[in-house]
């Protein structure tokens, strides 16, 4: 995201975080679908896991679970208040081995080994996802995993008014006015998904794609080399 979309993007979050905690945390059938990514991860207990776009740490729940006490799950994201509240979390259930990193997802770097990355709802909202999500692959260690979680409009023909009503929720949900687009934002976000899953499928040894919600909900895992 360029300098200014991302401090577009960071107010929005910040603005909003409170309420996207809420739906983050309590949309039917979502924390399935986390479920569902992060098993692509192939997690073992002791693994370390960074999160792209962590958010308000829903995925937390899932991605503890499977690294158990004695892993790591690392939270990275650029938004202070979406973080402050992922950070609530932490506390509240007295997690010590989930950290939180506020940092550009474009340009973070570990410091130590990763298994695998999750990135959720997030490489949509990347300025150059290709770019990145290869950014990423470059430090994820070799048989490590990623997964990418996102919604797009679905080319199901009985999705018509499903992607209507996605439609409508990309214009609620995209930081910023629609007229700083060129192109519709829906279409945007759609092309950016495509980049990100290229690059993983350009990098991994191994994919899997899944859709879901009559194809509104797209799940990518893959395997690297
Ligand atoms: C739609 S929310 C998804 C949050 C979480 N992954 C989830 O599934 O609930 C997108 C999140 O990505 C973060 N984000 C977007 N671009 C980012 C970037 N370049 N670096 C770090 N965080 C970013 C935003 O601050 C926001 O918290």
């Known amino acids: 995201m360029s300098r200014s979309g991302t401090s577009t993007a960071q107010r929005f979050y910040g603005r909003w975080a409170r309420l996207y905690d809420l739906l983050a945390s309590t949309t039917p059938g979502l924390s399935s679908l ?35 006490s004695e892993g790591r799950v690392v939270g990275v994201d650029f938004t202070r208040g979406m973080l402050e ?24 770097e570990p410091r130590e080994e990763v298994d695998a990355v999750l990135a959720t709802f997030v490489v949509g ?6 770019t990145t999500v290869g950014h990423w692959t470059n430090w994820v260690r070799p048989g490590g995993h990623l997964a990418l979680l996102d919604a797009g409009q679905s080319a199901n023909p009985y999705s018509w008014p499903l992607n209507q009503a996605f439609r409508g929720l990309v ?14 934002p829906w279409n945007v976000l759609d092309e950016r998904i495509s980049e990100a899953r290229r690059a ?6 191994e994919t899997r794609d899944s859709e879901h ?6 799940i990518a895992g893959g395997r690297l080399a």
């Open 125 to 130: 909202m990347l300025d150059d996802p290709y």
């Open 200 to 205: 993983l499928s350009e990098r991994a040894v």
């Open 85 to 108: 509240r992922a950070r609530d979390r932490v506390t509240r259930e007295g997690w010590e081995n989930v950290h939180l990193v506020q940092a550009d997802a474009a340009t973070f």
């Open 34 to 68: 986390r479920e569902r990514a992060v098993s692509e991860l192939a997690l073992s207990p002791g693994d370390t896991v960074v999160e792209m776009g962590c958010g308000t740490g829903a995925n937390f729940p899932h991605l503890r679970r499977r690294v158990g």
């Open 213 to 218: 919600v009559m194809g509104i909900v797209r």
């Open 171 to 184: 214009v609620a949900s995209t930081p910023g006015s629609v007229l700083d687009f060129e192109r519709p």
